[in-house]
């Protein structure tokens, strides 16, 4: 299983990025994904999560109204699109693979992570 995600870089203070973490290897379509991100010196943090068909989310609420979660099972792909960002957004964002059905938001169900993308949000 690989999960590889795309997006990040450098933003100004209330502008946009969209992640994408495309998934290879496994039946994408039948588990839950997430995004998960980590700071300097911190613990990895949930961001969000949708179910398998993409019917059900869930997020933070240092996110929730700003960020998007989505995905396209055809193209075996889950996005993150991120409004207005702030300064304390700045982190590498993870994909994560869960071989469960339903939203989870916490690390342990999930069983394959990407490589990380770095956020970078200028004040």
């Known amino acids: 299983v690989q999960l590889v995600e795309s997006g990040g870089g450098l933003v100004q203070a209330g502008g946009s990025l969209r992640l994408s973490c495309a998934a290879s290897?496994?039946?994408?379509?039948?588990?839950?994904m997430g995004w998960f991100r980590q700071a300097p010196g911190k613990e990895r943090e949930f961001v969000a999560t949708?179910?398998?068909?993409?019917?059900?989310?869930d997020y933070s609420d240092s996110v929730k109204g700003r960020f998007t979660i989505s995905r396209d099972n055809a193209k075996n792909t889950v996005y993150l699109q991120m409004n207005n960002l702030k300064a304390e957004d700045t982190a590498v964002y993870y994909c994560?693979?869960?071989?469960?059905?339903?939203?989870?938001?916490?690390?342990?169900?999930?069983?394959?992570w990407g490589q990380g993308t770095q956020v970078t949000v200028s004040s």
């Open positions: 290897g496994r039946t994408f379509s039948s588990g839950a």
């Open positions: 949708i179910n398998w068909s993409g019917s059900s989310t």
């Open positions: 994560a693979a869960s071989m469960l059905a339903g939203v989870q938001n916490t690390r342990l169900p999930y069983d394959y």
